[in-house]
């Protein structure tokens, strides 16, 4: 089945220690998001690429950045992780950018920060 | 700023009933709206796309109405079971910006055997 995948599921780090979560997808899409979800709330956009076109959230702190090396797989480095990064981090693809577009979610990577 | 609100409650629905789910929003007139599901400790699964043009749509137990005045959009399950128990989402176009949606915070929903 086409899917998006993410790995690891779970993921601990230590107070600075740098982070790489990973996606990837069979559904060759073009366009690929990383999203940051804390307990009861919202999804917040971090950054998305359409095909290798980076496009980063205003309020995105500098400490997470992303990689595209192909259209399959896209990485999310957080450079020196916080207690306030530990969340739950949700790749997703779509097709295009069309406005009405679907968002398929992987199933999600928990940070969790000591 | 434009906003969503989704009743942060939980809501609690004997199963077999029909559940009412509410996604309100502000400063925006959306051209469509989409509900998604997400069960603990997984992503959000798209579920409907209802277009402002739309009154209504319907898929198997679910229907989703929008009502463009009222600037909201209420999300119906009929016949609900305990497999429907969930957080579900509503999302919106960002204003002048074709590449993103944002979330509500989402209504978590129990049905009671």
């Known amino acids: 089945d086409a899917m998006v995948i993410q790995n690891p599921r779970y993921q601990v780090t230590q107070f600075g220690k740098p982070v790489t979560l990973s996606c990837s997808q069979t559904?060759?899409?073009?366009?690929m998001y990383w999203y940051q979800q804390k307990s009861s709330q919202a999804p917040k956009l971090l950054f998305h690429y359409y095909d290798k076109d980076f496009n980063n959230e205003a309020d995105t702190p500098d400490n997470f950045q992303s990689r595209r090396p192909n259209t399959s797989f896209c990485f999310l480095d957080i450079r020196s992780p916080g207690l306030g990064d530990a969340a739950m981090y949700l790749c997703a693809t779509s097709r295009d950018l069309a406005r009405s577009d679907t968002q398929y979610f992987g199933p999600g990577t928990r940070l969790t920060v000591l | 700023s434009q906003k969503i609100e989704q009743n942060s409650e939980a809501l609690n629905i004997q199963e077999g009933k029909t559940a009412t789910l509410t996604c309100n929003y502000t400063n925006y007139s959306p051209a469509y709206l989409q509900w998604y599901r997400q069960d603990p400790g997984r992503g959000p699964v798209f579920l409907l796309l209802i277009r402002e043009n739309e009154k209504e749509k319907r898929k198997e137990r679910l229907k989703v109405t929008f009502d463009t005045t009222l600037k909201q959009s209420l999300f119906h399950i009929t016949a609900s079971q305990p497999a429907d128990s969930a957080t579900y989402l509503c999302a919106l176009p960002l204003m002048n910006r074709d590449d993103k949606i944002i979330f509500g915070k989402g209504t978590r929903l129990h049905i009671l055997p």
């Open positions: 559904l060759n899409h073009n366009v």
